[in-house]
C-alpha cells in the first residue's frame, strides 16, 4: 500500500476531559520500544473570537482542572480527507490519549504548551512494592500488572523467559527499590526480545509486528518519501561477541558463556569466556544452565549481526497512512524501494513521530519514522 498522492484536508482537536479545543500545533511520540508514548500541543488560552479577555472566558485552565482530579485525560484527534471529496464535516479520530504532566501559559502570545504521556504513564508513576515473582513469564507479569489497572493488553506470543532476579527479595527491594511497574515490564521485553507498548489505551507485548492482520506500508524513494537515511552499522564482519552471565540459586554458581566470530567460550568464573576482540555486548540472566547460557548467548548474537539497517524516512501521509497509525501506532511493516538492493528491504517500525500544524490557512501533517530491518536474507529474525 504506497502513499496515495493527492490533496488533503485537515481538521484537528484538542480534547480536554472530554470538552474539545481548537490548537495551534502538536507533536505525537509514538514509540514501540522501552518508553512511552508522548504528547505535546500549543493551544490557545483565550477563544479565538472574544473582544474582552477576561477570567471567564480563559478556554484552558489546567490549574481548575488539576484541582478536581489527579489524572487529567486529554488526546489529540484529527481528520484527513481527500481535498477533492464534498466539503463536509471531516470525520475525526483519535491518534493518541494520555493525561496531562505539566502546561505553560504563555499570556502574551494567547498560547498554553501542555506536555503529558500516554496511559503507560499510570505504570511509571507505580513503584514496585514487591519483588518480582521468579517463577513467572514476560507475558504473565504484563498480563496480571494490565488487568490490575484494568487496561486492556494483546499479548503478541508466549514469552520465551521467566522474569525476576538472582537475589533474595529483601535485596530485590532494596536495590530496586524506586523501580516502577513499567520499568519491570520494560526489562521483561528487553529478556524476550519483544516490544512493549501502550497506544490509545491499549497495550501490547510480543515480537513486533507479529499479529497477522498488521499491515505492510509500500514506501518508495523518489515517490513517497520527502527524506530518507539508512545507516548501516559497521557489525557487517560479525565481529561482535556477546557475554551471557548467569546465576544457578540453587547451586549458587555462577556462569558465563560467550559467542562470537570464534564460536562459543564457556566459564564459571566472571572474568572468563569472552570471545573476539571485537565490541562486547553483555546480558544477565537467572537460572541458565552451561548449554542454555550457550543457546542463548549464540541467539543473541544471531539477532544482533542481522539489525545492520536502521533507516529514518519523513513522510507526508494520505488518509489511510494515518489511520494506520491511529489503530496500530508504532507497530507495522514497511517495505522500502528506490534505493540501493541491500536497502529495499522489510522493516518494522521502532518509533513514529506525528506533527501537525494548525497554525496556518492550510493546516499540515507530517511523520517521521524510525525503522529496523525486520528479517535477515535467509529468513525471519530471530527474537532473543
Known amino acids: 500500500m504506497p502513499i496515495n498522492p493527492g ?37 490557545p488560552i483565550y477563544p479565538f473570537d472574544s473582544t474582552t479577555k477576561t477570567a471567564s472566558q480563559v478556554a484552558l485552565n489546567f490549574n481548575s482542572l488539576s484541582q478536581r482530579k489527579a489524572l487529567v485525560p486529554f488526546k489529540v484527534r484529527l481528520g484527513y480527507a481527500d481535498a477533492s471529496s464534498p466539503q463536509n ?9 494520555g493525561y496531562l504532566d505539566e502546561s505553560t501559559y504563555t499570556y502574551d502570545a494567547n498560547e498554553v504548551h501542555v506536555v503529558g504521556r500516554s496511559i503507560a504513564s499510570i505504570f511509571q508513576d507505580s513503584r514496585i512494592s514487591n ?7 514476560g507475558d504473565q507479569l504484563v498480563s496480571t500488572l494490565f488487568a490490575k489497572r484494568g487496561i486492556p ?56 509486528a507479529a499479529d497477522v492482520s498488521t499491515p505492510t506500508v509500500q514506501l518508495a524513494w523518489g515517490n ?14 560479525h565481529n561482535i561477541s556477546v557475554i551471557v552471565d548467569s546465576y544457578q540459586k540453587k547451586t549458587q554458581q555462577k556462569i558465563r558463556g560467550g559467542y562470537g566470530p570464534s564460536g562459543f567460550s564457556i566459564s564459571t568464573s566472571s572474568s572468563g569466556a569472552a570471545s573476539g576482540n571485537g565490541e562486547q555486548f553483555r546480558f544477565f540472566i537467572s537460572g541458565l544452565d552451561k548449554n542454555s547460557v550457550k543457546t542463548r548467548a549464540k541467539a543473541i548474537w544471531t539477532d544482533l549481526i542481522k539489525r545492520e539497517f536502521i533507516a529514518t524516512i519523513k513522510v507526508i501521509p494520505d488518509a489511510a497512512f494515518l489511520q494506520i497509525l491511529a489503530k496500530y501506532g508504532a507497530n507495522f511493516l514497511v517495505q522500502l524501494s528506490g534505493c540501493f538492493p ?43
Request: aromatic share 10%.
Open 7 to 43: 490533496s488533503y484536508r485537515v481538521a484537528t482537536e484538542f480534547q480536554v476531559d472530554g470538552v474539545a479545543y481548537p490548537m495551534y500545533s502538536a507533536t505525537i511520540e509514538l514509540n514501540a520500544y522501552s518508553f512511552a508514548s508522548t504528547l505535546e500541543v500549543s493551544a
Open 131 to 137: 519483588a518480582v515473582q521468579k517463577s513467572q513469564r
Open 224 to 237: 513517497d518519501l520527502e527524506s530518507c537515511s539508512i545507516n548501516h552499522a559497521a557489525r557487517r564482519s
Open 89 to 97: 464535516q471531516i470525520s475525526l479520530f483519535d491518534l493518541e490519549t
Open 342 to 384: 541491500e536497502h529495499n528491504i522489510l522493516y518494522h517500525v521502532k518509533k513514529a513521530s506525528i506533527h501537525i500544524d494548525a497554525s496556518g490557512d492550510e493546516p499540515g501533517v507530517s511523520v517521521d519514522l524510525v525503522l529496523e530491518n525486520h528479517a535477515s536474507t535467509t529468513g525471519n529474525a530471530t527474537y532473543l
Open 153 to 208: 493488553v494483546t499479548i503478541g506470543a508466549k514469552s520465551p523467559n521467566f522474569v525476576g532476579k538472582a537475589y533474595t527479595d529483601a535485596e530485590y527491594l532494596k536495590v530496586n527499590r524506586g523501580r516502577s511497574e513499567w520499568d519491570e515490564m520494560a526489562d521483561a521485553a528487553l529478556n524476550d526480545g519483544f516490544v512493549f507498548y501502550v497506544h490509545n489505551g491499549r497495550g501490547y507485548y510480543g515480537p513486533p
